[in-house]
């Protein structure tokens, strides 16, 4: 049955759009795959979003920015910020669902299958990974004011690798389907991060 609230509509929609998104690619998706899915009426639909295009970069903005956010800004406040961001990476795999396993990042894919031409959703999902490496590498700073890790560690360059580990690993997960490689990937990330904190 159709959802009567506005706003649970929309999360809705946004929802099914990206799970969709994810299991069939944004141009193997039509708006009529949403609305049936969504069992809301094309009115309902037009009522949140012009267009399909206008519908892909809601979901970027209001759910993967949000689900980035909810990720990674906590470190900011972490009394130790290096193993906040260790667990986190560790929960990824342990979180991941078996469509997440077999289909992928819904971001990483939809960069793939339009990145090149829709400048749009290029930029939002740069700025995406953006904020993450600058939450990531303020967590390096604020541990070496608590004197947690050396103050010779280059925050830049740790962040960005770290930040080119995690968007290349749904690629090899996506290709092995392997639980167990994803747990090995996370945990050796988590290893690596947890080896920059001083051991008194």
Known sequence: MALRDPDKTRKN???IASCLFQQKGYN???????INKAEVSK???????????????????????????????????????????????EEISENAS?????????????????????????????GIFCSAQSSILNAIERAKELNQVSHTVDSKRVSTLIMCTLNGMPQMVT??????????????????????????
Not at 46 to 63: C, G, I, M, P, T
Not at 76 to 81: F, G, L, R, T, V
Not at 189 to 198: A, E, N, P, Q, T
Request: glycine share 4%; net charge negative; proline share 3%.
């Open 98 to 126: 078996q469509d997440d396993m077999c289909n992928g990042c819904p971001i990483h894919n939809l960069l793939a299958e339009l990145g090149a031409t829709d400048d749009g959703l290029r930029v939002r999902i740069d």
């Open 13 to 15: 929609l946004l929802e």
């Open 28 to 34: 193997g998706t039509s708006l009529s795959d949403i």
């Open 175 to 200: 290709s092995c389907q392997n639980r167990d490689v994803f747990k090995e990937i996370t945990s050796a990330l988590s290893d690596y991060i947890r080896s920059f904190k001083i051991v008194d």
């Open 43 to 89: 009115g309902a639909l037009y009522h949140h979003f012009s267009n399909k295009q206008e519908l892909l970069y809601a979901v970027v903005d209001e759910l993967f920015k949000e689900q980035s956010k909810a990720r990674w800004e906590p470190l900011a406040k972490a009394n130790d910020p290096i193993e906040a961001m260790a667990l986190s990476i």
